[in-house]
């Protein structure tokens, strides 16, 4: 609840100041201000560029609005109804120390496919496959 507001203004402040340039908007604003003649057009030289751009920022920021408000909250009620469990198991001793080695797993599995790669060595320990005789 108290991350809807900030989230939500934020995301739409910058997809409403980047819609202009998703639909291509042009503005001379040397001619406005000598001549009093904006020139205003859509498309353009520019546009070529910077309308992909800007509608690849405008639908990531709508993602990323749903994700902080659907995906967050979800983490942190998952986290939280496995905590309890946990910490009646264990009686609050180990709880956070498990919680920090889970990564930790990962990094050092990596670390160790990487170096068994690194000196030749097969990743998997099974039996090479051989390649099947062709018989005439």
């Known amino acids: 609840k108290t991350r809807i507001v900030p989230v ?8 409403l100041a980047l819609i202009p340039l998703a639909v ?3 503005i001379n604003f040397i001619t406005l201000f ?12 520019n546009a070529v560029f910077w309308e992909p751009l800007a509608w690849t920022i405008i639908w990531g920021l709508m993602f990323a609005f749903f994700m902080t408000l659907l995906m967050v909250p ?13 910490s009646s198991f264990f009686h609050g001793r180990w709880v956070s120390f498990f919680g920090l080695l889970g990564p930790f ?6 670390i160790v496919y ?23």
């Open 8 to 15: 939500l203004l934020t995301a739409l402040a910058a997809i």
């Open 24 to 26: 291509g908007l042009n």
């Open 34 to 45: 000598t001549d009093w003649n904006p020139h205003i057009f859509f498309g353009g030289d």
């Open 74 to 86: 979800t983490m942190y009620l998952i986290a939280e109804r496995l905590k309890r469990p946990m």
């Open 105 to 110: 797993f990962f990094i050092l599995t990596g």
């Open 114 to 136: 990487g170096v068994r790669y690194l000196r030749g060595r097969p990743v998997w320990n099974g039996v090479p496959k051989e390649k099947p005789e062709l018989k005439a």
